[in-house]
């Protein structure tokens, strides 16, 4: 093999490694990113997924508390005595499923975001758009998915 040929070889292995590369780099910035609507808030999921299930008994939710129902992408909470809230559990920043509502605030573990137990509203970011609200109906004692 040529010195011009070796050149060529050792020059394709670079291109070839730097392809490689950058192709690794933009598939994770694409895994990091999160799908986002016009506003630049994540795309919530649709509101009617498990309309009608019972989540739980009013008696189940805290009060000034609340509690993830992860399969069913919601959030509980009662603010005050017997009024109930619910929104949807995925993360406005990047998506991450909230894992808790304690002292009246939502917290996502992902980046330390947390959300107001009573608007959703964000009352610490990174997250700049409130969790989106969810409907529920409260029957008696149970509550479920409207």
């Known amino acids: 093999?040529?010195?011009?040929?070796?050149?060529?070889?050792?020059?394709?292995?670079?291109?070839?490694?730097?392809?490689?590369?950058?192709?690794?780099?933009?598939?994770?910035?694409?895994?990091?990113?999160?799908?986002?609507?016009?506003?630049?808030?994540?795309?919530?999921?649709?509101?009617?997924?498990?309309e009608g299930e019972?989540?739980?008994?009013?008696?189940?939710i805290p009060e000034g508390g609340g509690v993830v129902f992860a399969d069913q992408g919601v959030v509980v909470t009662q603010p005050t005595a017997g009024a109930f809230k619910a929104f949807s559990s995925k993360c406005t920043h990047q998506g991450c499923a909230v894992k808790g509502v304690t002292e009246g605030a939502i917290?996502?573990?992902?980046?330390?975001?947390?959300?107001?137990?009573?608007t959703g509203e964000v009352t610490a970011g990174p997250a700049t758009q409130p969790l989106p609200e969810m409907r529920i109906q409260v029957t008696g004692d149970s509550i479920a998915l409207a």
């Open 54 to 60: 019972t989540l739980a008994r009013t008696a189940d």
């Open 107 to 118: 917290t996502c573990p992902c980046h330390g975001s947390t959300f107001d137990a009573a």
């Open 1 to 50: 093999m040529s010195a011009s040929q070796e050149r060529q070889v050792h020059f394709g292995r670079r291109t070839v490694l730097a392809a490689v590369g950058a192709a690794g780099v933009a598939a994770a910035l694409t895994a990091c990113g999160g799908s986002k609507d016009d506003k630049g808030a994540e795309a919530a999921e649709p509101a009617g997924k498990g």
